[in-house]
C-alpha cells in the first residue's frame, strides 16, 4: 500500500486548511488510514482516524480528544482519498502531518499499530 499525502501549506491562526491522503495498492477487505502530526522536538501525535470495511460498507471515525470538533475526518472510497479538514486552526497546530495505514477495521491511536507511511505533508499557521 502506497500513501500520499497533500494539502499542507500556510495558513492564518483561525483559518482551514484540508489535507487529503491517497491511497494505492492492494488494501485488505477491512482497513483503518490514521493521521498523526509530529511537530519539532516533540514526538509523533495521533489525531485521527477512519475505518473501512468492505463487507458492511460501514466507517468509523475515531479522534484525539483535543482536536474533536475543529479537525473532521472523512473518505472518498470512489477516489480511495481520505481527508482530513481542518478548521480554526492554532499555532500549536504548526507540524508535519502523516496519513498511515493499518491492515485491522479497527482504528488506533498508536502509530506502532499503522503498517504503512506515507511522506509527511507541512502545515505551518502564523499568529
Known amino acids: 500500500v502506497q500513501l500520499q499525502a497533500s494539502g499542507g501549506g500556510l495558513v492564518q491562526a483561525g483559518g482551514p486548511l484540508r489535507l487529503s491522503c491517497a491511497v494505492s495498492?492492494?488494501?485488505?477487505?477491512?482497513?483503518?488510514i490514521g493521521w498523526f502530526r509530529q511537530a519539532p522536538g516533540k514526538e509523533r501525535e495521533f489525531v485521527a482516524a477512519?475505518?473501512?470495511?468492505?463487507?458492511?460498507?460501514?466507517?468509523?471515525?475515531l479522534y484525539e480528544d483535543s482536536m474533536k470538533g475543529r479537525f473532521t475526518i472523512s473518505r472518498d472510497n470512489a477516489k480511495n482519498t481520505v481527508y482530513l479538514q481542518m478548521n480554526s486552526l492554532k499555532p500549536e497546530d504548526t507540524a508535519m502531518y502523516y496519513c498511515?495505514?493499518?491492515?485491522?477495521?479497527?482504528?488506533?491511536?498508536?502509530?506502532?499499530?499503522?503498517?504503512?507511511w506515507g511522506h509527511g505533508t507541512q502545515v505551518t499557521v502564523s499568529s
Open positions: 477512519i475505518t473501512w470495511n468492505r463487507a458492511w460498507s460501514a466507517s468509523n471515525t
Open positions: 495498492g492492494r488494501t485488505s477487505s477491512s482497513y483503518a
Open positions: 498511515a495505514f493499518r491492515y485491522s477495521g479497527l482504528a488506533a491511536r498508536s502509530s506502532d499499530a499503522y503498517n504503512s
